[in-house]
């Protein structure tokens, strides 16, 4: 008779790749914002802008005059493709604000958002952020037509109590009930909220809309002296308007 104490096990049905899957993944190195050298030491900002969705990246190469480069965000397992960190950030010197563009030609993955999201804002300290960013079909609980323009918004506690940050104020909250949104805006929406931040999330849908359809567009557009109806969206990242905001 077998003595199941003391008998060796049977092999496992598992092979050393399969056994691989419960391990702990390996520790993702930190993300890391590299200053512009003509910004050893900068202050912080009242506002932060993210630009995500093409309809809010379509606004900057109409700006007036390309901004200086403020800092780069780089993930230290991605390959800088052209030379092109997933986020740049900007600063607009006329209003103060930075404008940070996600519109590298490798996105941020999503398993890396909430670093990213922390890294960002820490590093910066603004006292407002605005999100601009776009509606995800499969996220959206009600009915989208391609051709019926929708924005709404989600803010922090700290935005409600004043009334939603900059531009965001005259945007109603995203509906119907159920909605969610996720990605790079959603964690710095979160992260905001954690330190107490006053921050809004504008979501606009179709995804390639031109800004003048939407208000919260049209007031960002009037603080950074850019004409809407000159600006179309589309695929921002290589574009030859660009080309002044890379040297």
Known sequence: MEDVVTDAPPPSRFSPDDLDNFAA????????LVVSPANPSPAPRRLLILLISPTSLALLPHLPSPPPLHASLLLPELP???????????????????LAAAHGPAPVPAHRARAVARSLVSALQP?????????????????????????????????????????ARGVAALAPPGSVVDGLGAAVLAECEMRGK??????????????????????????????????AAGRVAGRAELDALYT
Do not use: N
């Not at 993944?25 to 890391?32: E, F, G, L, N, Y």
């Not at 607009?92 to 604000?97: D, E, F, L, R, T």
């Open 25 to 32: 993944p390996p520790p993702q190195p930190t993300p890391i």
């Open 80 to 98: 800088l493709e052209r030379s092109q960190p997933p986020i740049r950030v900007y600063l607009h010197a006329p209003s103060g604000a930075l």
């Open 127 to 167: 006292e407002e952020v605005l999100v601009l960013d776009a509606v995800r079909s499969g996220a959206y609980r009600g009915r989208l037509a391609a051709d019926e323009p929708v924005e709404g918004k989600l803010e922090t506690r700290a935005a409600r109590g004043r009334g939603g940050v900059g531009a």
């Open 198 to 231: 006053a921050a809004s999330m504008v979501v606009t849908w179709p995804e390639g809309a031109r800004p003048a359809e939407f208000g919260v567009m049209r007031r960002v557009a009037a603080e950074l002296g850019v004409d809407p109806a000159k600006a």
